[in-house]
């Protein structure tokens, strides 16, 4: 007989919300508004601070004006990001014999030497709840 009545089954959908984490990079330190800030946010070591053969990285540009960046849907885990102030938005840090022209940070504002910091100086853990970040750029000319 069909008039039985059954407890209702769970919904059938993706991971759960709260099985990804949301991350919010917020700028200090900027000294103009002009160009974009460009930001790489990888879990790879290997391919830190340039997420350049990261698939998985995600990138950004935002107007320099935009202090708050935002990442949602992240698998939580180790992640390290790094960004640029590309003042004349040409896609690259400007140096200057080897000095950066334009202004760099990266997460946990980690101490800078001769050239970027490693992705452990810069990695913090993100797990399934929102995350912070502020990130204080720096010039060096």
Request: glycine share 10%; hydrophobic share 45%.
């Amino acid at each position: 007989m069909l008039g039985v009545l059954l407890p209702a089954a769970a919904p059938v959908a993706g991971p759960a919300a709260n099985e990804f984490g949301s991350l919010e990079i917020d700028v200090a330190g900027m000294r103009s508004a002009r160009g974009l800030i460009r930001v790489c946010l990888t879990a790879d070591p290997k391919n830190f601070p340039g997420c350049v053969d990261d698939k998985r990285a995600v990138t950004r540009s935002v107007p320099a004006g935009q202090h708050i960046i935002r990442f949602e849907g992240l698998t939580p885990g180790n992640y390290a990001a790094a960004l640029i102030h590309d003042e004349n938005s040409n896609a690259k840090l400007d140096t200057l014999m080897g000095i950066p022209r334009e202004g760099f940070g990266f997460s946990r504002n980690p101490p800078i030497g001769f050239g970027p910091p490693r992705f452990t100086a810069a990695q913090f853990a993100l797990g399934a709840v929102a995350e912070t970040q502020q990130v204080t750029m720096r010039y060096m000319l």
